[in-house]
Nanobody, 115 residues
Framework: QVQLVEAGGGLVQAGGSLRLSCAAS????????MGWYRQAPGKQRELVAT???????DYIDSVKGRCTISRDTAKTTVYLQMNSLKLEDTGVYYC?????????WGQGTQVTVSS
């Protein structure tokens, strides 16, 4: 089993920055990918960024150039640095941890961008 604990959400003004973190504990072996998803009110959950085990990254078009996904060397914590935040970045952000044991999700952290 893998447990995920997210942190870093909050209220920020448009143009501001936030850094989300997601710490994995438990049987954190053979990770395939770590990523961040978000769900805005009334919308489906969408991928924001993924960091693959080989170091490759994928970003949704709307955050390219504004967000950076990274991880620690132990591959147990994933970060999402978000800059130049926009109102449309508001939502609940979930981390996802895909490894040999399965596919795990965090509990979500709220990000609210105000004008």
């Amino acid at each position: 089993q893998v447990q995920l604990v997210e942190a870093g959400g909050g209220l920020v003004q448009a143009g501001g920055s936030l850094r989300l973190s997601c710490a994995a504990s438990g049987s954190t072996v053979s990770v395939f990918a770590m990523g961040w998803y978000r769900q805005a009110p009334g919308k489906q959950r969408e991928l924001v960024a993924t960091l693959h085990s080989n170091g490759n990254t994928d970003y949704i078009d709307s955050v390219k150039g504004r967000c950076t996904i990274s991880r620690d060397t132990a591959k147990t914590t994933v970060y999402l640095q978000m800059n130049s935040l926009k109102l449309e970045d508001t939502g609940v952000y979930y981390c996802r941890y895909q490894c040999r044991l399965g596919d795990y999700w965090g509990q979500g952290t709220q990000v609210t961008v105000s004008s």
